[in-house]
Each structure stands twice: as C-alpha cells, then as structure tokens.
C-alpha cells in the first residue's frame, strides 16, 4: 500500500497556497454594540453585508490562483454529524460560557442538543442572546448579577482572522492558547476540528502546541521562513514562555526545524502581532512598516536540554539572511517612504499581506502607496476591497489559515 500524503503541508511562507482555511463572517458581526466593542476586540462597528461582499471577493481571488477554500463552519458542521462529537463539543462550550445556575447550564445544553448541526454551529459563532432562549425563572443570585449581560453564549466575530488560534507549521499544528477571552472558543472548536475532522489527518499529524497550555501565543505571529526555520513573533499577543515551549516541541517532533528565530516587537494593539508589522513576499523579500523597523529585536533559539539555548542576535535583517541561506535579503519599506502614510496604512493592514504564490501577494486595495512600493520592487499584488473587514483590525493574512502550500 502506498503511503498515505499528509493533507497538511506548510513549509513555507510564499510557496503556491494550495488549501486554506476561512470563516465568512456572519451574524457574529451584528453582536458587536458599542458597549462591547473593545471587549469584542474591534474598534469599529462593520456593516456585515458589505463585509460579506468582500469576504467572498477575497475567496474568489484565492480559488482564481487555484487555492481550494476550506470554511470553518462548513468543517464543524462535518464533526457535529456524529451525534457523541456534537453532544461533547455542546458541553464543553457551555460549561466555558459563565453560566451561575447549574440547572440552567443543563438546559441550555438539552436546547442545543435538539438543535441541528447547522443551528448549533450558528449559536457557537453567532453567539445565544438571552432573547434567543426561552424564558426561564432567575433564582440564584447570579441569575440576577448578570442579567444586564445580553448573552449565554459570546458571539466571535474575531473567528474571520483565521490565522490566529492555529498554525500549520511543516506537518504539524500548533492549536493556540488565546490570550484574551473573546477569541478562546475558536481554539477549543479548532481542537476538536483536528480530532474529529479527516483533512486533519490527525493521526499523521503531529500537535505542537495545545490550547490547554497555559502561556498565550497567536498564529498572527508565528511566520514559516522554510523547510527549517520559522520565526515567531513575541508581541502583546505571544507570551516568551509559549515561544520556547511551541519551540522545544517544534524540535522534538519535526526534526527538520533547527532554529527559530524570536522577534520582539513593541507590545502595542496597532502591532498585535508580528504579521501586523513584517510578512515574507518572495524568497528574499520581506514588507516591514519602517515605523518599527530600529525597534525589532532578534534573537536565534537552538536545540537546549530543557528550554532553548538563547542568542540574542545583531539585527533582524542579517539574521533572517543568514538563516535563509541568503545573500541579501530586501525590507521593502511600506507607506512609499512618507512617514504619515505609512502609520495611516499600517493602520490599515498595508504589511498584513498574505503571499499566494513566491513574489505575489493579496493585499487590500485601500492601502494606495504601500501597494505600489510593493510593485515597484517587483511584486505582484492582488488587490481586494476590504473597507469593512479591515474594521476587525486585520488584513489578508490575518483572514486566512493556509494547510497546504506547494514546496519551493
Ligand atoms: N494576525 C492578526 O494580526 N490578526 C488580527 C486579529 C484582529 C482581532 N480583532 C484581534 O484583536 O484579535
């Protein structure tokens, strides 16, 4: 019998993107109110029809460049066929969510149980407004403390960024501790999404990271320099304890990484995580906003009995050279050299792009100068419109989390 080809597959930032996986954003979005909106992680309220319009543009971009689009709901919907998966993931979720009254917590779950897959999928995203479920009496005393609060369930308008509660990283899978709570339960579904779900072949594919662990870190920083080296981001989001311990496994179960590469970045909501700031575009080239570029410190992590040996390194661009096996290496610059348009396009995701093939990248099309400069060093870019989804705070590769990647 032949041997069976892992499904997952990412060896790089730029190869040819072959599988990714996406969430439309829905309902979720018209959860946010102003009250919740900094909880909620956004800073503006979207207008979801027009975001959906855009999200489905973006798809429509990958699937041209031969990308299959994988959506998340579509994959849990899957897992939830199976009447124990369903009935499992149902209490995990509500046990998480808060509930004071231990009755209520049962019928909550009895209400979802008899729901169909597609109705609890939709309740997992969207979220259960208390008007959504039937009245019941308050006796305890936190019934009455959290009335005010408008949900049993959190809605997770944040699950479009994709790339954050997991990355495949060579033929592995790093499930990610969250750092805030608003975006916890799109970690435990994914969990289940890999023991459940077959294109996640779980028993080929090695998990690097858990939920369950307790140091945070965020696949918005975690950037695949190579077959053997990736980069993580150690930001407001990424804790250093998960970068060595996301490290140590790494090394132990896939003995082609040798080193990562650990980058500082000022730990900021505008540079949430280090994609936010520097992403790969080809095999020498890299966007950076030039309004970070002297504060980004670098340091090389190497094999170490019990935590990673620590260098800390010169700068970043020698290191990414010289871990690349590189000559010289490009920072293309974004904002096209005017300091004000590049904090006003950073802003806007204008270094959030997401490479598609070496040398050509999606990005948003509002982000005018950074684009251009883009071109100008001889990169193809893909503009999508993204008015509406760059309110969530990301970019294009912030929506997507890549599975499959053709090598280069
Ligand atoms: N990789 C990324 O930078 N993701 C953007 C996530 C934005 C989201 N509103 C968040 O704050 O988590």
């Given at each position: ?84 998966v369903k009935k499992q993931l149902v209490c995990e979720v509500v046990e ?96 289940y999404l890999y023991d459940f779900h077959p294109i996640f072949q779980k ?206």
């Amino acid at each position: 019998m032949g041997e069976k080809i892992p499904f997952l597959d990412v060896s790089s930032e730029i190869g040819k993107l072959k599988g990714v996986m996406l969430h439309r954003p829905g309902k979720e979005l018209e959860r946010i109110t102003p009250e919740y909106l900094h909880a909620l992680l956004f800073d503006d309220i979207p207008w979801l029809r027009r975001m959906q319009e855009e999200h489905d543009g973006f798809a429509e971009a990958l699937r041209a460049r031969g990308c299959t689009v994988y959506y998340y709901e579509k994959l849990l919907e899957d897992i939830m066929k199976n009447k124990e998966v369903k009935k499992q993931l149902v209490c995990e979720v509500v046990e998480n969510c808060g509930v004071a009254d231990p009755e209520l917590e049962d019928m909550i779950k009895e209400f979802l149980i008899e729901k169909t897959e597609k109705e609890v999928t939709e309740i997992f995203i969207a979220g259960l407004h208390k008007k959504d479920f039937p009245n019941i009496k308050k006796k305890r005393l936190g019934d009455y403390i959290k009335e005010e609060y408008p949900f049993y369930i959190n809605p997770l308008p944040n699950l479009y960024f994709t790339r954050d509660p997991g990355a495949v990283i060579g033929n592995g899978l790093s499930i990610h501790a969250m750092n805030t709570h608003a975006r916890e339960r799109e970690t435990m579904i994914l969990k289940y999404l890999y023991d459940f779900h077959p294109i996640f072949q779980k028993e080929s594919t090695p998990l690097l990271y858990d939920y369950s662990y307790k140091n945070p870190i965020e696949g918005g920083d975690i950037l695949v320099l190579s077959e053997g080296v990736i980069a993580i981001g150690c930001s407001e989001r990424t804790s250093a304890r998960a970068i060595e311990d996301l490290t140590m496994n790494l090394f132990e179960k896939n003995k082609n990484f040798k080193e990562v590469i650990a980058v500082q970045i000022p730990f900021k909501r505008s540079y949430m995580h280090l994609d936010t700031v520097l992403t790969m575009v080809d095999y020498d080239k890299f966007t950076i906003y030039p309004g970070v570029e002297d504060r980004l410190k670098a340091f090389r992590l190497t094999y170490g009995k019990i935590y990673p040996k620590v260098e800390v390194m010169k700068d970043l661009k020698t290191t990414f050279k010289k871990a690349l096996g590189l000559s010289a290496v490009d920072f293309i610059q974004s904002g096209g050299g005017d300091e004000v348009t590049a904090a006003r396009e950073q802003w806007n995701d204008s270094t959030n792009t997401l490479a598609i093939a070496p040398g050509v990248v999606i990005t948003y099309n509002r982000n005018e100068a950074s684009n251009e400069t883009l071109r100008k060093h001889g990169i193809e870019v893909v503009e999508i419109e993204g008015s509406e989804l760059v309110r969530g705070r990301g970019g294009p590769r912030c929506m997507s989390m890549p599975l499959m990647r053709e090598k280069i």
